[in-house]
């Protein structure tokens, strides 16, 4: 599977922003996916994930209410929808393949791992 993340960009301070993850190959379906971001100096922190049908999806604390994390099985597609952004959320984003059993905000549970998209977000 490749992974191909789009969306990136500037943005003022309770903005919104729009990130897209395309996948190749026939099994996207199968995979729960996951967003993860990284910051300059920190470590890669989970984001948010939603399971192989979108029936159940799971939040960082911190971005509940804000982001909301879909699919489109049909397109091979995962999206992020991020809103009332704030510096703090200014990463680089990843996208990744989750691995049938693993805890969903672990990222050595992820399998597969898009290029990452950087957002940046002034104050």
């Known amino acids: 599977v490749q992974l191909q993340a789009s969306g990136g960009g500037l943005v003022q301070a309770g903005g919104s922003l729009s990130l897209s993850c395309a996948a190749s190959?026939?099994?996207?379906?199968?995979?729960?996916m996951g967003w993860f971001r990284q910051a300059p100096g920190k470590e890669r922190d989970f984001v948010a994930a939603?399971?192989?049908?979108?029936?159940?999806?799971y939040y960082l604390d911190s971005v509940k209410g804000r982001f909301a994390i879909s699919r489109d099985n049909a397109k091979n597609t995962v999206y992020l929808r991020m809103s009332s952004l704030k510096p703090e959320d200014t990463a680089v984003y990843y996208c990744?393949?989750?691995?049938?059993?693993?805890?969903?905000?672990?990222?050595?549970?992820?399998?597969?791992w898009g290029q990452g998209t950087l957002v940046t977000v002034s104050s």
């Open positions: 990744a393949t989750h691995n049938h059993g693993s805890a969903w905000n672990w990222a050595p549970g992820y399998v597969y």
């Open positions: 190959g026939r099994t996207f379906s199968s995979y729960g």
């Open positions: 939603i399971s192989w049908n979108g029936g159940s999806t």
